[in-house]
């Protein structure tokens, strides 16, 4: 009953949330300035008649609030308005652009997991040593790191000793349809990008982990486990690790959150054509509706994952069952 009513009220303080975000999203959007069906056509021809006619088609020319919902209900059936810049409709622009980041960012973020709490537990159990002392460091160096500056290293030496694909996804002269030329293009082009992700996230990960676990290694259940005579592996796997583990789930679902939109700076350096490159594109060329839809796979992506993340909490940590 108790972890019913902790997952009915963070799933009414979802959809409050996102009702909210989906309202200033539009209205920030309709006190941009310029005429949208100007930008939308850009053709100085059109007659007064045929402006005012494309402002009924569009629904333009209804009170605010009624474009409101109108637009809310467009949303929830996936008509999401017509791209400025491409002319289509935005969810054939957008669908793909979100699988090929999420093609990207997934695995740089299961590898900076992987390599974060593992060097984090490394570093904790030899706290105070010269390998706590050293993973910190390269964490805390590459957590301070641009990541346009390390992409840009990335490519200098690519183009210069390594010789990797430097911008896009594949390239156009090779057979896709043999699956392993297909997957080897793949693999040459995402490197790069996939490395400068990977070590971006990584330090982050590293010390969230080695924070939380020291924390826990100087509670008094862990000094009582240690004079009972249990093993260092036992104490730090069964007892410590578990326990120090709730501070990465939230790192994790931000990470996650963000996946959908990876990364515009990591996007633009490699020309990966994702959706944190075509939010660049769409900046430059002023392609509001595809603005305001990017935002919005934004916004909702990040409050789905916390959403996640405090329903994985309450399974983990009883006690904020009762918050």
């Known amino acids: 009953m108790a972890y019913r009513n902790y997952f009915l009220r963070k799933f009414f303080t979802l959809v409050l949330t996102l009702f909210i975000i989906t309202l200033v ?28 006619y494309l402002y009924h088609k569009f629904g333009l020319d209804k009170p605010l609030w009624e474009q409101f919902f109108v637009y809310l209900w467009n949303l929830l059936r996936g008509e ?37 709490v593992a060097t984090g537990v490394v570093a904790a159990w030899k706290r105070g040593g010269l390998t706590d002392a050293f993973v910190s460091f390269v964490s805390l160096g590459l957590y301070s790191l641009p990541t346009f500056w390390l992409g840009g290293i990335f490519v200098f030496l690519s183009i210069n000793y390594w010789r990797l694909p430097v911008g896009g996804m594949l390239n156009y002269g090779v057979d896709h349809n043999n699956a392993l030329a297909y997957l080897g293009d793949l693999f040459a082009h995402i490197a790069l990008p996939l490395a400068t992700l990977t070590l971006v996230s990584y330090g982050s990960f590293t010390l969230t982990v080695r924070g939380a676990l020291l924390d826990v290694l100087s509670e008094d259940y862990i000094r009582t486990a240690v004079a009972k005579g249990l093993s260092s592996w036992r104490v730090l796997s069964r007892h410590a690790l578990p326990n120090a583990m709730l501070p990465t789930v939230s790192l994790t679902a931000v990470s ?68």
């Open 25 to 52: 999203n539009f209205v920030l959007f309709r006190l941009l300035p310029g005429d949208p069906i100007m930008l939308l056509f850009r053709d100085p021809r059109l007659t007064p008649e045929q402006i005012n």
């Open 256 to 323: 996650l959150g963000t996946a959908v939109t990876g990364s515009v700076l990591t996007e633009t350096v490699f020309n990966w054509p994702g959706v944190g490159r075509l939010i660049f594109d769409a900046i430059s060329n002023r392609d509001y509706p595809l603005l305001q839809a990017g935002f919005l796979v934004i916004t909702v992506s990040v409050l789905l994952a916390n959403f996640l993340a405090d329903i994985v909490y309450g399974l983990l940590d009883p006690r904020v069952k009762y918050r």
């Open 80 to 116: 999401w308005g017509i791209s400025f810049a491409y002319k289509k409709p935005i969810m054939e622009i957008l669908i793909p652009r979100i699988i090929n980041s999420l093609i990207l960012v997934i695995p740089a973020t299961v590898l900076s997991i992987i390599l974060g």
